[in-house]
């Protein structure tokens, strides 16, 4: 089992909907989990981290952690086609906080 | 401008070649790192540096080398022992667990 897992999609919603990517991850003493956007030849931009089970909002996006189950959700309100990137899961590694493993991404594509 | 700085955006490399790509940043990081990210593929980590004088191998460390002489600094060397260069190489730094990347550099082989 792959440390840091996403369905790669592509995931295509209209605009105006409302995105759900998700990731799961195999370490249970994982604490903290991080979303980047990766714009297709651009590097991967932070857009929301998450240390504790429940919701946390930053105004279009909600990262949702369900610990017990192992997964983190990220929530894309409104999607506009300029959402329309590959999404990127990030948690530490088991052996040092330093390091993040990342899963290999979900595209999303919002159609205008 | 606070930022991570990596050169050249984009650079060739002939057979047998060792080429270096620069990664610069000014955030007053300790940590840095880099990453390869092959087509469609995720990012895999190469090596990375908690302090300066210091560094540790990644996943994918054969066929690299870097140096961690300034906290600012963290270049990495593609050896002619690297025999499947071509990729985007991203250079990322981090404040506590949070990393943050430069604009990437795309390695090809002529």
């Known amino acids: 089992q792959k440390e840091v897992e996403q369905n790669s999609g592509p995931l295509s919603v209209p605009e105006g909907a409302i995105a759900s990517l998700n990731c799961t991850y195999s370490?249970?003493?994982?604490?903290?989990f991080f979303w980047y956007r990766q714009y297709s030849g651009k590097s991967p931009e932070l857009i929301m981290f998450?240390?504790?089970?429940g919701d946390k909002e930053d105004g279009r996006f909600t990262a949702q952690l369900n610990k017990a189950s192992q997964y983190v959700s990220l929530l894309i309100r409104d999607s506009q086609p300029s959402d329309s990137a590959t999404y990127l899961c990030?948690?530490?590694?088991?052996?040092?906080?330093?390091?993040?493993?990342f899963g290999s991404g979900t595209r999303l594509l919002v159609r205008p | 401008d606070g930022g991570i700085t990596q050169s050249p955006k984009y650079l060739f490399r002939k057979e047998g070649q060792n080429v270096t790509l620069s990664c610069e940043q000014n955030l007053n990081h300790d940590a840095m790192y880099w990453y390869r990210q092959d087509p469609g593929q995720g990012l895999r980590l190469i090596y990375y540096?908690?302090?300066?004088?210091?560094?540790q191998k990644g996943d994918i460390a054969e066929g690299y080398s870097v140096s961690r002489e300034k906290k600012e600094s963290f270049p990495l060397t593609v050896t002619s022992a690297q025999k499947n260069p071509t990729a985007f190489y991203l250079c990322a730094s981090a404040d506590r667990d949070i990393q943050y990347f430069g604009a990437g550099t795309r390695l090809s082989v002529l």
């Open positions: 370490d249970r003493g994982s604490q903290s």
């Open positions: 990030a948690v530490p590694g088991r052996d040092s906080s330093y390091k993040l493993i």
């Open positions: 998450i240390y504790s089970n």
């Open positions: 540096s908690q302090i300066v004088n210091d560094f």
